[in-house]
């Protein structure tokens, strides 16, 4: 336990080394490159706003590649202050280095998910907000905002009914809505206009001003009116709550509801279920990366210390973002599953690096 504690321990300093660095560049680096649009009145607070939100974005996104760094400059720190060769000598195999190591990445890479869903998603939208309103050509608010409307056309999860959802209202009701009900030969039947659509009992919905038109088959129609009217469509009240933004900054329960609505919509939901899946899967990356990592650290015959450490870490980390990539466009083209498309990769280097610490051994 005392060996087990000091390796995690060491671990997980150096971890936190490397990612405190990686961030730190990376925020100077993306200052440098968009210092000449941070100007206006305001300007520093908002600044400082934007990077504390780009940070928080950052360090989860490059969790992975400093625990590798980390995992491989601690290990190479004991090869290079001879406890290795201590270890070694009293018939300890690199098994004893390697779970130590591996149990500091997994409780890190569990932790950085959690931080993603609770900070890091709000964090994103607010950094992408205040460079859309303040520090790119053409910022507005009404631009933002326009980006952020949510979806107005929706189809029905049966294909024949399909709504034109022009303004919200609070408590999940619409303003200036249309609906269009189609035959199977896709000809138009009939067509509901109301000034307003809101929830109404029992699952209906309650419509304001309604016109109602019927068209037969002989081309004549029929017109009625209503002051308020109950309805029952298929999709009942809280059908349409389409949250707005791109998946990466929505929480994972916010995620699996999107997708639900999306599914029974008929909407596209493959980037939602990719980044569903990808929520665990990247951060957890880490886990077989350090294995190979810790692999490399410990072959026999190794020259250098912490400078092979680094090119052996940087060399991982490239080789899992390149499989990381293909598995994602697979997926997102359909060819994988969203699951396997954001596990497998990790399965791949975990079954690499095990085979390579028993190599070691």
């Known amino acids: 336990m005392i060996l087990a504690r000091y390796v995690a321990l060491k671990a997980l300093a150096a971890f936190l080394a490397a990612l405190a660095g990686v961030v730190a560049v990376f925020l100077v680096v993306d200052f440098v490159d968009n210092a000449h649009v941070i100007r206006g009145s305001g300007w520093l607070p908002a600044a400082l706003e934007l990077y504390a939100n780009k940070a928080a974005v950052v360090m989860v996104q490059v969790a992975p590649v400093a625990m590798l760094l980390g995992a491989a400059v601690a290990v190479s720190g004991l090869r290079q202050t001879r406890e290795w060769t201590a270890l070694r000598s009293v018939g300890l195999g690199p098994w004893r280095v390697a779970l130590p190591v591996v149990a500091a990445a997994l409780l890190a890479g569990l932790a950085m998910g959690g931080l993603q869903d609770l900070v890091g998603v709000q964090a994103a939208q607010r950094a992408e907000e205040i460079s859309a309103t303040r520090f790119q050509r053409g910022a507005s608010n009404r631009r933002w905002l326009a980006w952020r409307e949510p979806k107005r ?99 994972y329960a916010v995620l699996s509801k999107q997708i639900e609505l999306r599914t029974r919509l008929g909407q596209e939901k493959a980037e939602f279920e990719l980044e569903r899946a990808n929520r665990l ?44 990539g293909i598995c994602l466009a697979l997926g997102r083209s359909g060819r994988l599953p969203p699951d396997a498309a954001a596990w497998a990769p990790d399965l791949f280097f975990l079954a690499a690096g095990v085979l390579a610490v028993r190599r070691a051994a």
Do not use: C
């Open 153 to 251: 056309w929706f189809r029905g999860a049966d294909g024949r009914r399909i709504y034109h959802l022009r303004g919200t209202l609070p408590g999940g009701g619409f303003e200036k809505v249309t609906v269009l009900e189609v035959t199977t030969s896709f000809r138009l039947a009939r067509r509901l206009d109301a000034v307003r659509m809101t929830p109404g009992t029992a699952g209906a919905w309650r419509l304001e001003e309604v016109e109602e038109r019927t068209f037969d088959e002989d081309g004549t129609s029929h017109l009625t009116r209503n002051d308020v009217r109950q309805v029952f469509f298929d999709e009942p009240p809280g059908s349409f709550d389409l949250a707005p933004g791109r998946p990466s900054q929505l929480r």
């Open 281 to 324: 899967a990247y951060p957890l990356a880490a886990v077989p990366g350090v294995l190979l990592a810790v692999a490399l650290a410990l072959r026999r015959n190794r020259r250098g210390h912490v400078s092979s450490a680094l090119l052996e870490a940087v060399g991982i980390s490239l080789a899992m973002w390149a499989a990381q």
